[in-house]
């Protein structure tokens, strides 16, 4: 395992493909709901503090996970803000992980996301996600680990409503510059709302 500090908020880290079978971990099939994929996890960011000084056990963090060529992986650890004190000392809630298929998208205005949220609703789209309202006066859905979906063409309908952004740039601005309106479901919670 290499790790590379990138800043005091953002952490990489390396696993060879020796190190995914030590940590029991296949890119193609993690799942945090799993009990092992999280002990895993936590595993890997224990050690990460121990030699780099990266704390991620009091803040909320989103890891994303890139699958190299020889087997083993690239993670990027970014803490996004503090927990709850009471989901600080039971380690639950804190791990948000993305694949390279996570979707973000840009709207001008509520009730576009919302018509968003509804048309995915009702093709049955299920994915974990999330809705930011920016200081630009922008509407952000951040959609985890799209599955299910051919992409892109599946969801090219998405452009009527908003903007596709970058989802590992958007990640970044909107833990800085955006408040949560949605932080989980959020395409079957607003969906309903349309």
Known sequence: MELILISDKKLK?????????????????VDYDNTETRRAFWSILDEAKHQTGFDAASERVYIQLYPSREGGCEMYVTKVGLLPAACRAQKRGMLRVASERSL???????SYMLSACRELLRLGFAA??????????????YINGVRGFSLPDELEFMSEFGEKQDAERLRAYISEHAKI???EDAIKTLGALA
């Open 13 to 29: 880290i390396m696993l060879s493909p020796e190190d995914m079978r030590a940590y029991e971990l296949d890119c193609e099939s």
């Open 104 to 110: 973000a998208y840009r709207f001008s205005e509520l």
């Open 128 to 141: 974990p996600s999330e809705a930011f309202f920016g200081k630009d006066g922008s509407y952000y859905l």
């Open 181 to 183: 309106i949605c932080e």
